[in-house]
Antibody, heavy 117, light 111 residues
């Protein structure tokens, strides 16, 4: 069965960077894009970008361009999302999700990133 | 790209039908019919309920249905059940720089 397992919660100081991982299993890793979506406390969902695990090509939301980097390691079926220059506004749960025909059909469990001095 | 607009809350009694709207500019939908709906219970990851405006993934109850007219998409839940109480988010592929946009979210309450 398809599973996306994310890394654990992080606490970071303002100005730091965070790198969240998402390990895929149960399907052909290189066959589907992986997306990152975040949700600030009590707020809605926000699309951040996606990576093609086969080619490594990325598309980022305009809001995060220059601050987000998505990468992959095909040898361990894992994608990474790194967000730099963190502020308190980046405190959120970060989800990875598999993209299939313009829908996000499987989601990871989420990773809470807390930015606090 | 601003979020798609949804009502903050919708409520209904068990057995009733409710409809959640999702409105945006034509650029938000990009001329495509790639609107999805996600259900999210508190503290849980979102779950895909509807894709491509009206397609229901395997395992999703047929009480959930979707439609779209112009720049407004809708999710209808018929035969409302207690387990349907959750937040619902629409999403659309835009085809522009920010490829996907989500709605503001709707809290569904079963009275």
């Amino acid at each position: 069965q398809v599973q996306l397992v994310q890394s654990g919660a992080e606490v970071k100081k303002p100005g730091a960077s965070v790198k969240v991982s998402c390990k895929a299993s149960g399907y052909t890793f290189t066959g589907y894009n992986l997306h990152w979506v975040r949700q600030a406390p009590g707020q809605g969902l926000e699309w951040m970008g996606r990576i093609n695990p086969n080619s490594g090509a990325t598309d980022y939301a305009q809001k995060f361009q220059g601050r987000v980097t998505m990468t992959r390691d095909t040898s361990i079926s894992t994608v990474y999302m790194e967000l730099s220059s963190l502020t308190a506004d980046d405190t959120a749960v970060y989800y990875c999700a598999r993209g299939h025909d313009f829908r996000l059909d499987y989601w990871g469990q989420g990773t809470l990133v807390t930015v606090s001095s | 790209q601003s979020a798609l607009t949804q009502p903050a809350s919708v409520s209904g009694s068990p057995g009733q039908s409710i409809t959640i709207s999702c409105t945006g500019a034509s650029s938000d939908f990009g001329g495509y019919n790639y609107v999805s709906w996600y259900q999210q219970h508190p503290g849980k990851a979102p779950k895909l309920m509807i894709s491509a405006v009206s397609n229901r993934p395997s395992g999703v109850s047929n009480r959930f249905s979707g439609s779209k007219s112009g720049n407004t998409a809708s999710l209808t839940i018929s035969g409302l059940q207690a387990e349907d109480e959750a937040y619902y988010y629409c999403s659309s592929y835009t085809g522009s720089t920010s490829l996907y946009v989500f709605g503001t979210g709707t809290k569904v309450t079963v009275l």
